[in-house]
């Protein structure tokens, strides 16, 4: 163990320090600056096949559910479909209408999630177009989807998911530029998220490596019983995944909210206990999410902003930055740092990383 751990004290801080090797696996072969897209040659669709595509659905289980509702905004915001995402686990249950226009996303890590294997299955049974976006090559998902894209992250031994989740987004950023390329993306517009995937790997390494400050941040609120994670539109999957991290492997109580929604009812938990994380990218909802950092601490609630805008002093408590990159790719480098939040807070608390209780690395019954 000591040996495959090289050096770290265990397989989550490992496989966040491989994410920027991990995303450049992704991203190998299938950027084409010339053109100003991606290639994904694994999902079998020639041009007409993709502009024949009216709306893309994706399916996962927890962070890879996360993950595809991040693929979906993406989607949305570079090629103009109407794209969502749903719990593959819900699925299969309620009797869903398969639409033949769709193109049906499949995710998963470990390619053996049942519930998303259930989705698949039931999706080919009404003659649903699905693909994959699995981390295990030969796994029961890739092979019953039987085309996709294969996220390359190597190897993932923690619970919570880390380098598979980064290469999951970032393989969504690479479809949602080719779904884009074949109707209105400009190349101008295609060629900056080309080099804004380029720069990932770099960006992501550097707030890896420089996490004394949220080690700092994560030990002055571990104590909290509770804390909100709040979001809005790109900001929203992330607060979510953020949630879903520090309630997995340090059994805080966390519960994502879209920003806009805190008015209509969970404003009366905000008090000094009650930390926020705020998800606040710099763009054009910046005013709305400086007004919801000012809502919460009008009322007393301490608030951590993790940004990559210049926010005016002394408008939080605790500032968390990540480097500037293209807009629509900032859900991928804000997550980054609640990976870290999470972790740290959960070493605080003396918990089991990558064992945390009650949970398997890969839920394979029902
Ligand atoms: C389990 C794990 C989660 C993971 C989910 C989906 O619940 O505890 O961390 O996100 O399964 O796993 P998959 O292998 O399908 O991505």
């Not at 193109?103 to 009404?126: C, F, N, P």
């Not at 900001?235 to 991290?245: F, Y």
Request: glycine fraction near 8%; proline fraction near 5%; charged fraction near 25%.
């Amino acid at each position: 163990d000591d040996y495959e751990l090289g050096g770290h004290s265990d397989f989550m801080r490992k496989e966040m320090a491989e994410q920027a090797e991990a995303i450049a696996r992704a991203l190998a072969g299938r950027l084409d600056e010339r053109f100003a897209t991606a290639h994904l040659g694994g999902l079998g669709l020639d041009p007409m096949a993709l502009r024949a595509i009216k709306r893309v659905k994706f399916l996962g289980c927890g962070s890879a559910y996360y993950a595809g509702q991040m693929g979906a905004t993406l989607v949305e915001e570079l090629a103009r479909i109407p794209a969502d995402a749903e719990p593959a686990s819900e699925f299969r249950y309620r009797n869903p209408v398969v639409d033949p226009d769709t193109l049906y996303v499949a995710i998963s890590q470990s390619g053996e999630t049942l519930d998303t294997l259930a989705a698949v299955q039931e999706l080919r049974r009404k003659g649903g177009r699905v693909i994959g976006a699995v981390n295990v090559v030969g796994s029961a998902i890739a092979r019953e989807c039987g085309s996709g894209v294969f996220l390359h992250a190597g190897p993932e031994v923690s619970v919570a998911s880390t380098k598979a989740l980064t290469n999951m987004t970032v393989s969504f950023a690479m479809l949602g530029l080719l779904l884009g390329r074949v109707r209105d993306l400009s190349a101008a517009s295609g060629q900056r998220i080309v080099a804004g995937l380029r720069a990932l790997p770099e960006r992501v390494a550097r707030i890896v490596a420089e996490d004394a400050e949220i080690e700092r941040i994560a030990k002055r609120f571990a104590d909290a019983r509770h804390m909100f994670f709040l979001g809005r539109v790109r900001g929203w999957p992330v607060a979510r995944e953020g949630a879903q991290k520090l309630k997995e492997i340090s059994y805080v109580h966390a519960e994502a909210y879209q920003a806009a929604e805190l008015k209509h009812g969970p404003l009366a938990l905000i008090d000094a206990e009650m930390p926020s994380v705020v998800i606040v990218p710099d763009d054009e909802l910046l005013t709305k999410n400086i007004g919801t950092i000012e809502q919460i601490r009008a009322r007393g609630g301490p608030v951590i902003a993790v940004t990559n805008a210049d926010l005016p002093d002394g408008l939080a408590d605790e500032v968390i930055r990540v480097p500037r990159g293209e807009p629509e790719l900032d859900p991928i480098l804000l997550t980054i740092p609640l990976q870290l939040l999470a972790y740290h807070t959960a070493k605080a608390l003396g918990r089991d990383i990558d064992k945390p209780r009650n949970l398997a690395k890969s839920v394979t019954v029902e």
